[in-house]
């Protein structure tokens, strides 16, 4: 039985992610910082929930240290920064600090702490990224730009350890809070719901393509 752990859970793709590997036999273990929203989330018995904060060092060793093998590691937790989205003139330093505290140092620190079961394995690792990482939008220079870092360290982790694949994948514009956060007030009901990208992820897993930044 493969073994995952999935950040980030409680909602949105997490979650969508964390219900499809269950269904395939998968045993997960998964978090997010609520821990009401994660056991409202209705997991199956083969999804260990610990609930905390990515940015947590001893959170993070509680992660890795409840699994005896790790296949793939899913660092899909993210903060998106001060909504409405501030210009980079106006960006709040300390959120900046923060935001790239979540999007970028807590997915490296997890994926160091991962490594040693994930290349056992010849394991996965996938960082979800986002457009934003690649294209200059108003506004989001502090959430993109952390995106971009963070697909910059998956290039680098792949060239590393060419033994694993190491994937940025960008489900695009969905249904979620985070979204409906970066645009408030507005309606984003023609979004589609993150079930509906779930299974261009579960592709890459069965196909295991060469290590890259991917999309739906």
């Known amino acids: 039985m493969p073994v995952a752990i999935v950040t980030g859970a409680s909602k949105g793709f997490g979650r969508a992610l964390t219900h499809a590997l269950s269904a395939r036999g998968w045993q997960l273990v998964v978090d ?16 260990t929930v610990i609930p905390g904060d990515v940015t947590d060092p001893a959170h993070r060793e509680a992660l890795v ?15 998106l ?10 960006y709040p330093l300390g ?28 394991g996965t690792i996938v960082n979800v990224s986002s457009d934003a990482a690649v294209e200059a939008y ?10 971009a870092a ?14 694993l694949r190491v994937y940025a994948f960008d489900p695009g ?7 409906q956060a970066a645009f408030p007030g507005e309606d ?22 060469p290590s890259g930044r991917y999309t739906k």
């Open 95 to 122: 959120d900046f600090v923060d935001l790239y505290e979540t999007n970028v140092v807590a997915p490296l620190a997890l994926t160091q702490l991962a490594l040693p079961s994930l290349t056992t394995v010849d």
């Open 138 to 147: 108003e506004g989001w220079g502090g959430y993109g730009s952390s995106k």
């Open 173 to 179: 514009d969905m249904r979620t809070d985070m979204h």
């Open 188 to 209: 984003i009901s023609d979004r589609p719901e993150p079930s509906a990208v779930v299974p261009s992820l579960l592709r890459l897993l069965d196909e295991r393509p």
């Open 65 to 79: 240290g409840s699994v005896s093998r790790l296949d793939l590691l899913v660092n899909n937790a993210s903060a």
């Open 81 to 90: 920064g001060p909504s409405p989205l501030p210009r980079l003139a106006d």
């Open 150 to 163: 963070l697909d910059r360290l998956s290039a680098v982790l792949a060239v590393e350890h060419p033994s």
């Open 32 to 47: 997010a910082r609520g821990a009401e929203a994660l056991k409202a989330a209705g997991f199956g018995s083969n999804v």
